[in-house]
């Protein structure tokens, strides 16, 4: 089992940054993929970058590319999200995500097993 822990949310005004950090403990040997999506009131779960382990690919939504950036400590098993130049847009909760394998699109939520509980980023304008 794998269990995710997000922090680093917060309100900020629009062009600001934050860094999400997201912790994993367990069988992390066996997460070979992890990702960040975030979810807005009413919308569905949007990805928004994932990273893997092996060779270290990186893969960003367009809406978030230049802006953000996705990274990895595999001393600590943490996976980080900087944000810069945050949009009000932005506004949601941030998940992180891990998945047993590499199968299924790294860009559809179905395709991670494990998930974090979330941590809330509202932009403001």
């Known amino acids: 089992q794998v269990q995710l822990v997000e922090s680093g949310g917060g309100l900020v005004q629009a062009g600001g940054s934050l860094r999400l950090s997201c912790a994993a403990s367990?069988?992390?040997?066996?997460?070979?993929?992890m990702g960040w999506f975030r979810q807005a009131p009413g919308k569905e779960r949007e990805f928004v970058a994932v990273?893997?382990?092996?060779?270290?690919?990186?893969y960003y939504a367009d809406s978030v590319k230049g802006r953000f950036t996705i990274s990895r400590d595999n001393a600590k098993n943490t996976v980080y999200l900087q944000m810069n130049s945050l949009k009000p847009e932005d506004t949601a909760v941030y998940y992180c995500?891990?998945?047993?394998?590499?199968?299924?699109?790294?860009?559809?939520?179905?395709?991670?097993?494990?998930w974090g509980q979330g941590t809330q980023v509202t932009v403001s304008s």
């Open positions: 995500a891990a998945s047993k394998g590499i199968s299924g699109s790294d860009y559809y939520y179905r395709s991670y097993d494990y």
């Open positions: 367990g069988r992390t040997f066996s997460s070979p993929r």
């Open positions: 990273i893997f382990w092996s060779g270290g690919s990186i």
